[in-house]
């Protein structure tokens, strides 16, 4: 079959590391007789230098026509390039703000999976670590206090802050779906999180996935107060498949359990909306430090591809066998430098590859 891929390689390390998906992208392409074809899309600072702007109409018409977008990473150092003096709305990150609003990406998915060979990365102690970790965080993304209406002002000559959390029960309901649809290709299990012991918006969240989950009888659900679950992500981060929840919420608790897999390089992240497309992008920035040295870690962004095969192409075959490739070129002791053992003992029994290299062995595993 055929899909029509548009990629946006960005800024920094963002082609090399899109380079080397594409490489494992091509191999699942002729292992499974797909065809994938790609149209590269601009955005981000090498959008500014070529058009003026982060992300040109033309670039929207390319995203929204694509079978789903693959991206690097945007920006650059934000202290020393000429893109951060340019006024907010023109800079880099404005791009993929837009981009996200365009294409109404109201869904980010975020995995916290822990590599076999990767536990000493993980700062949690072995016996909480147990046999490793495998779950999602489902955070809805256009939606609630970073959303709603905010105001600073002086009220009986003292300077007041307000901020509002909205939710209608429609954002609720698609957000709940998606975080269903994703259990059931999983291990079939919702934790819902919020704070409904406060929050009305928090109350209607409950009553409208508790109606949604009526949908899905394979799939066991639990609610979760939100301070309980930042506890139980560091105490029995195993209890979890998906967790599903709010925009703020999300935001602390997918940072919480990405550093508790221990390296960002190995990141990815999905963003979608109600149609089958979606953007996949590694959870990382564009590393302007090291771009340009083969140095990158690509498995973030390989592994984004993966999750475009599985939730987009619905290609989980082909899924499987890229995130099983990654786990093997671990095994096999090939490190990129930001995951090789810091100890001088440890060093001898590992290989250290560059960015493209990592691609190949990846790619040749698949
Ligand atoms: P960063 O994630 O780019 O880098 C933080 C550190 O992690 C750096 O030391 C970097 O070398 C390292 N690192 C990141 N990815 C790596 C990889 N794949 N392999 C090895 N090492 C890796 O964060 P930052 O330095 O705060 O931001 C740099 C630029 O990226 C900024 O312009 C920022 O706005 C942008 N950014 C873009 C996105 C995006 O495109 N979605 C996300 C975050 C940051």
């Known amino acids: 079959m055929k899909y029509h891929v548009g990629v946006i390689s960005g800024d920094g390390i963002g082609p090399e590391i899109v380079n080397e998906a594409k490489k494992v992208l091509n191999a699942v392409g002729t292992k499974f007789d797909h065809d994938f074809e790609y149209e590269e899309i601009l955005m981000g600072g090498c959008s500014i230098d070529a058009t003026g702007v982060p992300l040109t109409d033309e670039a929207i018409g390319q995203a929204k026509a694509a079978d789903a977008v693959l991206m690097g990473s945007i920006g650059g150092n934000t202290s020393t390039s000429p893109w951060y003096k340019l006024e907010p709305s023109l800079r880099p990150e404005a791009g993929l703000l837009k981009l996200r609003k365009s294409l109404n990406l109201f869904a980010n998915l975020r995995p916290a999976y822990l590599y076999e060979d990767l536990k000493e990365a993980c700062p949690l102690r072995d016996e909480i670590i147990g046999d490793g970790f495998d779950m999602v965080i489902m955070r809805e993304l256009t939606g609630g206090l970073y959303f709603g209406e905010r105001?600073?002002?002086?009220v009986n000559g003292v300077m007041t802050a307000t901020d509002t959390l909205t939710y209608s029960e429609e954002e609720i309901r698609r957000i709940a779906v998606k975080g269903f649809d994703i259990a059931m290709k999983r291990?079939?299990?919702?934790?819902?999180?919020?704070?409904?012991?406060v929050l009305d918006s928090s109350r209607l969240w409950r009553k409208v996935v508790e109606d949604v989950a009526k949908d899905y009888p394979e799939v066991t659900y639990e609610h979760m107060l939100v301070d309980n679950c930042a506890m139980q992500l560091v105490k029995n981060p195993a209890q979890f498949d998906v967790i599903l929840t709010e925009n703020m919420f999300g935001d602390i608790l997918s940072d919480e359990a990405s550093?508790?897999?221990?390296?960002?390089?190995?990141?990815?992240?999905?963003?979608?909306?109600?149609?089958?497309?979606g953007?996949?992008?590694?959870?990382?920035?564009?590393?302007?430090?090291?771009?340009?040295?083969?140095?990158?870690?690509?498995?973030?962004?390989?592994?984004s591809a993966a999750m475009m095969l599985r939730y987009s192409f619905d290609l989980d075959k082909e899924a499987d066998a890229v995130e099983a490739a990654v786990r093997q070129v671990l095994k096999d002791g090939?490190?990129?430098?930001?995951?090789?053992?810091?100890e001088d003992e440890k060093k001898p029994y590992f290989t250290q590859v560059g960015c493209s290299e990592m691609g190949d062995l990846i790619a040749g595993r698949v």
């Open 334 to 342: 090939y490190r990129t430098v930001d995951i090789m053992p810091q």
């Open 151 to 154: 105001e600073t002002k002086e």
């Open 279 to 303: 953007l996949y992008e590694p959870s990382h920035g564009s590393a302007p430090d090291i771009a340009g040295q083969d140095i990158a870690n690509p498995i973030a962004t390989i592994l």
């Open 187 to 197: 291990r079939k299990k919702v934790t819902s999180v919020d704070k409904a012991n």
């Open 259 to 277: 550093m508790v897999t221990g390296s960002i390089g190995m990141l990815s992240s999905a963003s979608m909306n109600d149609t089958k497309s």
